[in-house]
C-alpha cells in the first residue's frame, strides 16, 4: 500500500476539509469521522490567499470530505471530495447525499 497525500488550497473564502460519513453528511462533524479521520479546521482564503492543508491517507478505506462552512450550506451546494469511492460508493452518489442532507 501507498501512503497518499492529499493537499487543498483555499481561493478567495473561508474553507475546511472534514471528514464525514457517506449517507448523511451534511453537516460534518467537528474532528472528523473515523480511524484516520481528519478536520483542516477553517481556513481564509481571503487573508491568506493559497492557504494549504496537506494530511497523508494511510489507508485504502473510502474517505468522504466536506467543508464545515457555513453549518453544511456549503457541502449542500455539492463541495464536496471522494477518497478512495467504491464501485457501491461512488464520488456521484456521495455529492447526492450531500446535496439532499
Do not use: K, Y
Amino acid at each position: 500500500m501507498t501512503d497518499l497525500n492529499a493537499r487543498g488550497q483555499t481561493s478567495d473564502s473561508t474553507h475546511s476539509a472534514t471528514t464525514t460519513t457517506f449517507t448523511s453528511p451534511c453537516p460534518p462533524p467537528p474532528g472528523g469521522v473515523g480511524p484516520n479521520g481528519f478536520d483542516s479546521g477553517f481556513h481564509n482564503g481571503v487573508s491568506a490567499p493559497g492557504s494549504t492543508f496537506t494530511t497523508t491517507i494511510l489507508d485504502t478505506e473510502p474517505h468522504w470530505v466536506l467543508c464545515m462552512q457555513a453549518g453544511g450550506a456549503q457541502c449542500r451546494l455539492g463541495m464536496t471530495l471522494a477518497i478512495n469511492p467504491t464501485a457501491d460508493q461512488t464520488e456521484a452518489q456521495f455529492m447526492t447525499n450531500a446535496i439532499n442532507s
